[in-house]
């Protein structure tokens, strides 16, 4: 192992990353934060409106 | 000079004349020479004859320089050596002429040696008297030498077309031999066939630095191409490398089974819903719940009936507290006839990162038309472990070890192109050098 000291140092990283990832909860899922959602929304639910109203989605099928 | 020789033969270095153009010869290996070529008028003299008879002559128009000049001494293997002839040997492949140069090396206790010297690639080479048994190896002829296995790289005719100095045999300028070179880098084994007899060297692949050293050279070309016998600067990184990446990949896989086992993956949600658009508003929150622990996943999953349809749900993770929401959009469709089905009626998604505190979940559920009533189902879990950048990790750990592999793989490629077992494209596309 010590024949590649740079990949010994960039596995150790990843594994790292890879570690620090799982414990942080860390995910790779499309996913808008927002601040300050009015608490209004509690009761009145269709004043929110959604980063992904007017998200275009295909309606077709088979 | 005098001294004792490998047989106990007394060694002298003297002075004379050439009898055809009168130019000054020194003998170096006096007492061992059969020939000695005279490098002004090309006369081949007889060493052993006490008036150096004229043996032969020979016309060139090469210009040749020794690398090496003639004279020159230098320690290789702890014994040192004196340079007393050079011979270029000639090869034709598909016409075209491939030259080499051989340093013949002297020492008075250790006799001769060999220098072997081909587009900045050198080879020391001494003859051996034990004969390698032949074999097979990858599918190739082969021979077994001091328990080494040698592959078969080349046959080929080799013409000597110049020479200079003392030789131990009675050299000429036209002698031809066959020449099969077998390879174990760095090592090679060569045989040399006469109509009379065989004769084997085995040759030690030698870096130019250690030859500029050894003879106190001014630096050498530097090496063009790969030799046959050239060690493999990659094949042993390549070893290592996949060894370190083994110990890796079993990091990272106790790593996984650690985060598997330590993942609470607790259920905070679990319920059904139905909808039916054009029925009043179609969002709606549900009751707060408490996501305790650290900051980790929330996994949301949405079972659903759909049919030959399509649902969209907006989502909204909203803390409580804070105000800060987490907002995404799924679509589930799924489609179903006599070919097959398409999609999934299930969904399940992964927020990253969300600290503990209170939260509701704000749902809008979206269909195309009133045709049908959609149910569905909501699961939400906290601290679900997600494995994406465990692949992604030994996605990125394996990069390295491939590209050394494809590096190692290359040099041999380049390595047995210049064979006898090179692919047929590579001989009409390339001029192909030969050793």
Same mark, same amino acid.
């Given at each position: ?9 960039? !596995? ?12 942080? !909860? ?34 077709? !099928?088979? | 000079?005098? %001294? ?14 050439? #009898? ?164 174990? #880098? ?14 084997? %060297? ?19 070309? #530097? ?59 179609? %969002? ?134 210049? %064979? ?16």
């Amino acid at each position: 192992m010590t024949r590649h000291p740079l990949y010994l140092v960039y !596995g150790l990283l990843l594994l790292a990353l890879v570690g620090t990832a799982q414990y942080r !909860g860390w995910s790779l899922s499309k996913v808008n934060e927002l601040k300050d959602v009015p608490k209004t929304v509690r009761d009145n639910p269709g004043a929110y409106r959604s980063h992904f109203a007017s998200y275009f989605r295909y309606i077709g !099928g088979k | 000079m005098a %001294s004792g020789g490998p047989s106990g033969q007394v060694v002298l270095t003297r002075g004379l004349n050439c #009898p055809n153009c009168g130019a000054a010869l020194t003998m170096r290996a006096a007492g061992h020479s059969l020939t000695i070529v005279c490098e002004h008028c090309h006369s081949v003299l007889d060493a052993k004859d006490e008036n150096y008879k004229i043996l032969s002559h020979f016309e060139t128009r090469m210009q040749f320089e020794p690398l090496i000049p003639l004279g020159s001494r230098g320690r290789l293997s702890g014994v040192v050596w004196e340079v007393i002839g050079v011979q270029v040997r000639t090869i034709e492949v598909d016409g075209t002429p491939y030259s080499w140069s051989e340093h013949l090396l002297f020492n008075p206790y250790h006799g001769f040696r060999y220098l072997t010297h081909y587009q900045g690639h050198w080879n020391f080479v001494r003859t051996v008297h034990a004969l390698p048994v032949s074999s097979m190896s990858m599918g190739k002829q082969a021979v077994v030498f001091q328990n080494q296995t040698f592959t078969h790289f080349q046959t080929a005719t080799a013409e000597t077309t110049f020479v200079l100095g003392e030789f131990p045999w009675e050299v000429q300028v036209g002698d031809t031999n066959e020449v099969r070179d077998y390879i174990a #880098p760095p090592r090679m084994m060569s045989s040399e066939a006469t109509a009379e007899e065989i004769t084997w %060297s085995l040759g030690h692949y030698t870096p130019a630095a250690e030859i500029t050293q050894a003879f106190k050279l001014s630096p050498l070309p #530097p090496p063009e191409g790969v030799f046959a016998d050239q060690a493999n600067p990659y094949a042993a990184k390549s070893q290592g490398i996949w060894g370190t990446f083994g110990v890796f990949l079993i990091a990272l896989i106790v790593l996984a089974f650690s985060s598997l086992a330590m993942s609470a993956k607790k259920e905070i949600l679990s319920q059904d819903y139905s909808f039916h658009r054009g029925q009043g508003e179609p %969002s709606f929150v549900t009751e707060p719940f408490e996501l305790a622990g650290r900051t980790s996943t929330v996994e949301l999953a949405v079972d659903t009936d759909v049919n030959n349809n399509w649902a969209y749900f907006n989502f909204a993770l909203i803390n409580e507290e804070t105000g800060k929401a987490y907002d995404f959009g799924r679509e589930i469709s799924f489609y179903r006839d006599s070919e097959g089905s398409e999609g999934s009626r299930n969904d399940a998604t992964i927020i990253p990162s969300v600290p503990p505190g209170r939260y509701y979940l704000r749902v809008e559920p979206e269909t195309p038309d009133s045709a049908y009533d959609l149910h569905y189902h909501i699961t939400l879990r906290r601290d679900v472990p997600v494995f994406t950048f465990f692949w992604l990790a030994l996605a990125a750990l394996a990069i390295p070890p491939i590209m050394m592999h494809w590096r190692s793989t290359a040099f041999e490629g380049r390595r047995w192109m210049e %064979s006898d077992y090179a692919p047929a494209s590579a001989l009409t596309s390339s001029s192909g050098d030969d050793e």
